[in-house]
């Protein structure tokens, strides 16, 4: 069931921006508020809704809000709300709301890459024969396992780039556990820029999306609001 707007209420949501994190939502419980609040309450109880994330999904889809508001919402709604009971919600107007949103943080991150490639550096071939025609015919004619190739441990990383063709990565594997040793010192004033995340935002350039959330990923980060 979608939420049923005021004109006023619609046209203030289309209008109202408080040009920071917050965007169109109140940074105080307002009576739109306490609306969003019963629909989400009721649809819990319905068992509509289960998850974080589908809270944060149904205000989106049901409402003109981003994503950005959807999580303002839905972590108030957690905060504030028993959602068990049938608390008159209107007792909460006028209480200050929490923000809470999704922060992103550019640095280096180290990370372990598996590489597929090919190329033909220097080796060896071994195989038996009573004569070294024989042997080229027992790697020409016979079976892989008729001939053995020769351990290539010095194949260091200017070889490999010099002699491979590097045409697949087949895995990324970004070390979380190293990245924390990076956020160690508490006082990390100007170390980081910390930025406010918004879903396809492109004001950093269209490479950017590069780096945006997967849905799994944003699931994740979502089990902490409330």
């Known amino acids: 069931m979608k939420v049923k707007l005021t004109e006023e209420q619609y046209n203030r949501l289309l209008t109202e921006n408080t040009n920071d994190e917050w965007g169109r939502v109140s940074k105080t419980v307002d009576a739109f ?28 889809n049901n409402l ?8 303002i919402l839905a972590h108030n709604f957690k905060v504030m709300v028993d959602f068990h009971s049938q608390d008159d919600l209107n007792e909460l107007l006028g209480k200050p709301m929490e923000f809470m949103g999704v922060w992103q943080i550019p640095t280096h991150v180290p990370t372990v890459v598996e590489l597929t490639g090919r190329g033909y550096p220097d080796g060896r071939v071994y195989a038996m024969g009573r004569t070294p025609e024989e042997a080229i015919r027992t790697i020409r004619d016979g079976a892989e ?25 087949d895995e990324i594997f970004p070390q979380k556990g190293m990245v924390q040793n990076d956020f160690y010192d508490d006082d990390y004033t100007g170390k980081f820029e910390v930025l406010p995340y918004i879903k396809d935002d492109v004001s ?4 950017s999306l590069q780096h945006d959330l997967s849905r799994k990923k944003l699931n994740n980060l979502l089990r902490n609001i409330g």
């Open 204 to 207: 950093m350039g269209i490479r």
């Open 64 to 71: 003109v809000l981003t994503q950005e508001e959807a999580i």
């Open 145 to 169: 396992n008729d001939f053995e190739i020769g351990v290539m441990n010095d194949l260091d990383l200017d070889t490999v780039l010099d002699e491979f063709d590097i045409d697949i990565v």
């Open 33 to 60: 508020t306490i609306k969003v609040f019963k629909q989400i309450r009721d649809k819990i109880q319905n068992g509509g809704l289960k998850m974080n994330s589908d809270i944060v999904d149904y205000i989106v």
